[in-house]
């Protein structure tokens, strides 16, 4: 609904609103409702209900409404329908001055007109008298697009986006019955993997009942656990063929869905708003099938490219651990296990050669002290001083004479030579 269509529905709520006080309330009573404004035995005649609804009617005024135009007759005097755009509801309409009624509108064309509803008492009919009406041309068309697409930004819905499933277990797909769009989604996706799954639900994809269809069928496909991602799919078309993708409430329901979705609407210029909220947008229902499914054909190969470098990289590395083994063997103390034991008995008997050098030295060393300290000891004995010649003179009591003035004549001496001792007597 247009935004002047908006307001005109909240100025019919605010009229009705503000008349409650005086309107009968319903109740029930053993099965029956009851009325506070009127009684069984106090009924109310038909001129009162009659001039109530009018009162009622006439407070909405002036409003102005948005739809489609259906059964039109021009003679004279306009008599048409104008049907809601997304539901079943429709109201007859009239104008009697076609002054300012645009002359080219047709059957099927979307409109707004200024109507002022009117009830009349005698004969219990409400009409709908139409004092202006015009085209909803592309550029208010546009122009609400436009709003609605700063709206959303600005409210960050076109700024969250859920990532999509490697590998999709099922797939739901929304797009018109027995169209290219759907023969294109299920034929690439199967093509590039033959197991994937789908849940179609046809639906409208352009006119007023779309939109209502298409967010039915969405929120079918987000409730169901078994779906992954969803795809809004449609071929192309004209700007005014794809306005049902830019509807403020299919938008909505689509950024509010918990599954990823993927609009592939098919139109590169002039793109639906539905482009923005959507987690995924694919160019083209084929490019959709293309984003969504991997191609098992790609991926065997990846596959192949992994195992070949898995492959390569245990070989690398069984080779160089077999080069650091060939090294650790190739060393000496591997080739032969006794050099260990070889070399330490090497250094044992080194080591025990030096010992008995060192030792030996030291013997030699030592004995020679001795024989020099034997020769010392000789030089310095009294015995030495005997054999060359000399002798030692001792009294009776063994004391050596050192002045012969002290002995007397006839004293007996004992004279010690080199070779025994003479006994003798001093004169």
């Not at 160089?320 to 250094?347: C, G, H, K, M, W």
Request: net charge neutral; hydrophobic share 40%; aromatic share 6%.
């Amino acid at each position: 609904m247009s935004d002047l269509g908006t307001w005109g529905a909240q100025s019919a709520f605010t009229a009705g609103s503000a008349s409650s006080s005086s309107a009968p309330v319903a109740g029930s009573l053993g099965g029956s409702p009851i009325s506070r404004a009127s009684a069984q035995d106090a009924p109310w005649p038909v001129s009162r209900l009659s001039q109530t609804l009018k009162d009622y009617i006439d407070k909405l005024g002036f409003l102005w409404i948005e739809g489609e135009i259906t059964k039109m007759s021009k003679k004279g005097n306009l008599f048409a329908q104008l049907r809601d755009l997304q539901t079943e509801n429709a109201v007859e309409i009239h104008a009697w001055d076609l002054g300012k009624i645009d002359p080219t509108i047709v059957d099927g064309d979307r409109v707004v007109a200024l109507i002022k509803p009117t009830f009349w008492p005698k004969n219990g009919k409400a009409t709908m008298q139409v004092y202006e009406m015009k085209k909803v041309g592309l550029g208010e068309l546009l122009e609400r697009i436009e709003r609605l697409r700063s709206q959303l930004a600005a409210e960050g819905l076109t700024q969250i986006k859920k990532p999509l499933p490697f590998l999709p277990n099922c797939i739901g797909l929304i797009t018109g019955k027995d169209s290219d769009a759907e023969k294109d989604v299920l034929q690439n996706a199967k093509l590039r993997w033959p197991e994937v799954n789908f849940k179609v639900i046809n639906t409208p994809v352009q006119g007023d009942k779309a939109a209502p269809a298409i967010i039915d069928a969405l929120k079918t496909l987000d409730a169901d656990p078994e779906v992954d991602v969803i795809i809004l799919a449609r071929g192309g078309g004209s700007f005014l063929d794809l306005v049902v993708f830019s509807d403020e409430a299919l938008v909505r329901a689509a950024a509010a869905a918990k599954t990823p979705i993927v609009s592939a609407i098919g139109h590169e210029n002039d793109r639906p708003v539905l482009d923005d909220v959507a987690d995924l947008r694919a160019s083209t229902p084929t490019d959709a099938a293309k984003r969504v499914v991997p191609d098992i054909v790609e991926e065997r190969h990846k596959l192949e490219q992994l195992v070949d470098r898995i492959r390569m990289r245990v070989e690398g590395f069984v080779a160089y651990e077999q080069d650091r083994l060939q090294q650790v063997r190739s060393r000496p103390i591997l080739a032969n296990p006794y050099t260990f034991i070889t070399q330490l008995a090497q250094e044992l008997e080194r080591t025990q050669f030096a010992a008995r050098n060192a030792f030996g030295n030291l013997l030699s060393h030592e004995s020679l002290r001795l024989q020099h300290l034997g020769q010392q000891v000789r030089s310095l004995s009294p015995q030495s001083t005997l054999d060359r010649g000399y002798s030692v003179v001792r009294d009776a009591a063994g004391k050596v004479i050192l002045d012969a003035t002290s002995v007397k004549p006839g004293t007996d001496l004992k004279v010690r030579v080199a070779k025994g001792e003479i006994q003798a007597t001093s004169k």
